[in-house]
């Protein structure tokens, strides 16, 4: 333990060296500490640590005055305090070490949930260092005892699957990235996060959803509101373009293939893109067509599909069968009459334009069904009058 006066010293000190924003928050510390009110002592050094004219202070006010009084803090706020002073080490290897000695102040069968966001926090920085294995064996320990506990803070969920994103993101895996960074969305207020975080954490998700070879329902994305902060800005083009594979617009695609370059990962799998976007033209054209009252859209013929998704012929049976493998469409090939008849489509998230083509739609069946029902009243009573 520090001694007393040591505490007092330094909180004399800072107080003097902090900006003015931050002068009367710090003159409340020694009071508190003094009085041992512990409770109002953390959330009101939480106030200051969270603030970020405080950066240069972070590392002193954890060594020389938390430290002090660490044992009467909750311990997922300690892993907080702890990372917060973590960031600020120059040398990346020495805030791995700092936060592995912090998981073990906190290993213990009671502090297990401070444990983990600790190792979690520890992973973050081993991935920053190109430490994958490492970072690789904390998240299957996380797994293991996440799985034993029956009630965990939202923190350490958020802690959990952000580091799986990063991990995922590093490995390249882009389904598992978007899985588990749309997840993260869901444990954290926005507001916590800076412009630039929520533009970069955007941008990954629409690059992952465009490049994964799992994902052809992009609602999850387009519907949160993360979104609009891409659309509104100066990466507005991979709004339109993920709004463009949502809608199987493959002129869009052509048209933006140029903004390319300001993401080589698009740039690279630029053949893949082309496969995707066509498979997406397929869906929305069997999409236009379901309850069509035309009766020649009942069923698409191969030249109609080829049209539609801008593909030879002969490729179209092909794209079909890959579609239906996909789960993306249900329905029949008639090889020899050249058409197939699409039963069903895969649900996903509809623009404007989308909708009103669906209530267009509904209008055309609810006509049908009052033709029909009205062509049967006629027929009933035609061949039953009744008696005089």
Same mark, same amino acid.
């Given at each position: ?15 003097? #060296? ?34 970020? &004219? ?29 990372? &917060?002073?973590?960031?600020? !080490? ?9 936060? =592995?000695?912090?998981? *073990? ?30 970072? #690789? ?8 005892? +996440? ?10 969920? &958020? ?5 799986? &994103? ?37 941008? *990954?998700?629409?690059? %992952? ?9 992009? =609602? ?64 929305? @054209? @069997? ?19 080829? !049209? ?5 012929? =002969?490729?179209?049976?092909? +794209? ?9 469409? *249900? ?9 197939? *008849? ?32 009205? =062509?049967?009243?006629?027929?009933? @009573?035609?061949?039953?009058?009744? %008696?005089?």
């Amino acid at each position: 333990m520090i001694a007393e006066n040591q505490v007092y010293d330094y909180l004399k000190n800072l107080q003097e #060296q902090v900006p003015s924003e931050l002068t009367q928050l710090c003159a409340e510390f020694p009071s508190l500490y003094e009085r041992k009110l512990w409770h109002q002592l953390t959330e009101r050094s939480l106030l200051f640590i969270n603030n970020p &004219a405080s950066s240069p202070f972070r590392i002193s006010f954890y060594k020389t005055f938390v430290v002090d009084w660490e044992k009467h803090m909750n311990k997922i706020k300690l892993v907080s305090f702890s990372l &917060a002073a973590a960031k600020m !080490f120059k040398d990346l290897k020495e805030a791995d070490e700092f936060m =592995g000695q912090i998981s *073990d102040k906190v290993n213990s069968e009671e502090t297990k949930e401070a444990y983990i966001l600790s190792k979690l926090e520890q992973a973050h920085f081993k991935l920053v260092l190109n430490d994958i294995d490492s970072a #690789q064996l904390i998240l299957k320990e996380a797994d293991q005892v +996440l799985l034993k506990l029956n009630k965990i803070e939202p923190i350490v969920y &958020a802690g959990y699957y952000r580091v799986s &994103a990063d991990f995922y993101k590093v490995k390249a895996n882009f389904g598992q990235y978007y899985k588990n960074a749309l997840l993260l969305l869901s444990c954290i207020k926005l507001d916590e996060l800076s412009l630039d975080e929520k533009l970069e954490r955007t941008r *990954d998700l629409a690059i %992952a959803a465009l490049l994964s070879e799992s994902i052809y329902n992009f =609602g999850d994305l387009l519907s949160h509101p993360i979104i609009n902060v891409l659309a509104e800005s100066p990466q507005s083009w991979m709004f339109e373009l993920l709004s463009a594979f949502n809608n199987g617009d493959i002129s869009k695609l052509d048209h933006l293939t140029p903004k390319f370059q300001e993401q080589p990962l698009l740039l690279q799998h630029l053949p893949f893109l082309h496969q995707k976007i066509r498979l997406m033209a397929l869906v929305e @054209a @069997a999409f236009k067509r379901q309850g069509s009252s035309n009766e020649n859209d009942q069923l698409m013929t191969f030249e109609k599909l080829a !049209f539609e998704t801008k593909l030879p012929v =002969g490729d179209i049976e092909h +794209l079909v069968m890959n579609a239906l493998s996909l789960g993306l469409v *249900d329905g029949k090939i008639d090889e020899i009459e050249r058409t197939i *008849d699409f039963t069903w489509v895969q649900p996903r998230y509809l623009d404007k334009k989308q909708i009103e083509s669906m209530c267009s739609r509904l209008d055309s069946w609810s006509h049908r069904a009052t033709t029909v029902a009205g =062509g049967m009243d006629n027929y009933i @009573a035609n061949s039953f009058p009744l %008696a005089e």
